[in-house]
């Protein structure tokens, strides 16, 4: 008895041993989990064996073994009905499928433009988005987290990452074989929406620039071997940035008027602004995506309304990259006008508007400032007196019409013809342009003293002059004050070729 009750008791501390060291051989480390895996199956099989449960009679378990799905999947998806069985599993998406495909469309049209989405652009995008719609979020202030970006890119397999390739200024500058390519492409494309050879009064074409309050001086008389003449001006080089919008036949759209305000305008600027144009407000100044998506949506809209113009209409529009946020491409999308982008760095021979527009109109400004102070009986424009000295000035353009539509004319959009524009200003920067290439190829050496020169450079400036051109330098050329063109244009110059641009 004895010995068997010792029998007994070395085989039961044998099996707590055995167990003991099986779980607890690592005392100082914690059991590893075993990751779950599930079997993987084709998801139509799922509807194929719901069928033929309901057709055959089958059970639940010999459908699930004869289609090769799992049983409990299988149970579950019976249970919930035909329309929801073919939900997938997990929680719902925070945005619908419709709105998540605009904002495909938006990246897709982007990338087609020469100006890709990143994923901070991507995300910032939503964030608005939802921000303006209400629409409630788990995301930590409303920006997507980086679990909701990968699924997006797994839900629409259509996009990949990819790694631009970068042009700097010189090389992305255009030449004729490339413009060229672009009236084929865009010509093709065009036809395939039949707007290729729409009437002009459906062809639009809008543009910025900047305007002093106080324009150079015309020329004046003066007692002949005078050192110098003076004249008393208002003592200022302040300007404001004007939209402008006009159809290929010389009518012109509504303009938006930008005003550096941190909140509302002036009730003053409001009274005296005509009826119908538009009003913008930024920190800067400047048009901001914002503002170009409320001029597109309450002001050139509306217009193109009351004009009682046929849709679709066509807007050609540089290519800043800052214009085309997902709100306007849907917006345009959805009223059909047509967004063309314009070749990078061919605005000088493919921007009507640039192309005989603005060195008249400017003309007739600096003409029509000091008549209408002399009018009015004023010594100083201020900003208040903006829009109806700016309609003054418009109204006395007299061949405001004809010079429109040469400038459509003379940039191969109106008649649609590559062969209309001039080539031969291409050849005229050719020079510089080589000189740039040339830079280049320096050696590392002469980028690192070309850094040192700049950051010497900018020390020299004052901080707030500095934040204006870099943020110009974003669009690539000056819209501010005229006096600072000049130091804008070489500092942009140093600090591209700092970077080896």
Known sequence: MGSKQRSKGIKKNHSKSNKTKVLCSNSDKKPMKTKLRRNKYDPSNIEKALQAIKDTGLSIRRAAAAYG??????????????????????????????????????????????????????????????????????????????HWYEGFRKRHPELSIRKPQHLSTSRAAVNREELQEWFKDSGKYLESKNLLNIPASRIFNCDESSILLCPDAESVLAEKGSRAVYKIVDGGKESLTVLFTYRADGTRAPPMLMYSYKKSIPKKIVENTPTGWGLGVSDSGWMTTETFYEYITNVFYPWLLEEKTEFPVILYMDNHSSHLNLPLVTFCREKQIELVMLPPNSTHIMQPLDISFF????????????????????????????????????????????????????????????????YDILQKNKKSKK???????????????????????????????????????????????????????????????????
């Open 69 to 146: 799905v799992p049983v409990a999947t299988l149970a579950r998806k019976k249970n919930v009905g035909p329309e929801k069985a073919k939900n997938k599993t997990g929680p719902d998406t925070v945005l619908s499928p419709n709105e998540e495909d605009n904002i495909v469309q938006w990246v897709l049209y982007r990338a087609s433009m020469g100006a890709p989405v990143t994923k901070t652009e991507l995300l910032d995008c939503v964030q608005r988005y939802v921000q303006t719609m209400e629409i409630k979020t788990p995301f930590t202030d409303n920006r997507p987290s980086r």
């Open 359 to 422: 060195h008249p109109f400017k003309e007739t400004w600096k003409k029509c400032v000091p008549k209408w102070k002399n009018e009015h009986g004023v010594g100083q424009i201020k900003k208040e007196d903006f829009p109806q000295v700016l309609k003054f000035t418009l109204d006395s353009m007299k061949n405001e019409k004809s010079v429109v539509v040469s400038g459509f004319k003379g940039a191969g959009l109106y008649p649609f013809d590559s062969n209309a524009v001039d």
């Open 435 to 501: 000189t740039v290439d040339r830079l280049d190829n320096n050696s590392a050496d002469r980028n690192e003293e070309n850094q040192q020169f700049l950051l010497s450079f900018e020390k020299n400036l004052p901080k707030d002059m500095l934040s204006e051109f870099k943020e110009a330098a974003k669009c690539g050329s000056w819209s501010g004050d005229l006096e600072k063109k000049a130091l804008f244009d070489y500092w942009f110059k140093i600090s591209n070729y700092s970077t080896g641009i």
